[in-house]
Structure formats: C-alpha cells, structure tokens
C-alpha cells in the first residue's frame, strides 16, 4: 500500500489510469487506524486489479478538503483520476470497502 502527500497524490492518484483507492485518515483518528490492517489486507487481495493508496489528511488537509473528504474514515475510488465512489465515516467497516472494490474490478 502507497503512502501518497500533497506533493505525490496528483501523479499516484490524479494521473493513474484504471482504479485507485485512497484510504483518508489521521492519526488522531481511531477508527481510521483501527480500519488500517483490514485496508492492507484488502490491498494485497486486489494486488494488481486495483491500485491501494492511504494520505495523511492531518498533512494534508487543504488536498482532502478539494477532494470533499468531509469526515473519515473515508475510503474513495478514483478511475483514470476522478473519484467515482466512496465509503465514508460509520460505513467505512472492512464489508462495505470489499463490496465497494467487487463493484469495480
């Protein structure tokens, strides 16, 4: 899984082809770090259908605002750099991620 900042997330993220998942969180978010090994987990399931990023949004917050991550956790789905769908808050649990990716690949 590629940990992405302010300063990678355009050409990880913006400028992939094909899918993308961004894993946003902070580190004064429990839920967030307590979601993170599943996330993992689900990154080397997929490995090579779907590419697994996380970003630090206490780094970066002006990105996750122009991103409208509003609460987290929040998990997104880019394709070829536009968000296409996410998960967000109290439905970010490890079932609704893996339901979220099977939609797309």
């Known amino acids: 899984m590629l940990a992405v900042d302010k300063s990678t997330f355009e050409a990880e993220v913006l400028q992939a082809e094909g899918y993308v998942l961004v894993d946003f ?30 970003l ?12 409208k991550v509003l609460g987290l956790p929040t998990l997104a789905i880019y394709k070829d750099g536009e968000k296409i769908d996410e998960v967000t808050k109290d439905d970010a649990n490890i079932e609704n991620i893996d339901n979220l990716i099977k939609k797309y690949i």
């Open 25 to 54: 969180w902070s580190e004064g978010c429990e839920p967030c770090k307590a979601l993170m090994p599943d996330v993992v987990a689900l990154s080397e399931k997929y490995e090579g259908k779907m590419k697994f990023c996380k």
């Open 56 to 67: 630090d949004t206490g780094k970066a917050r002006r990105l996750a605002i122009k991103q």
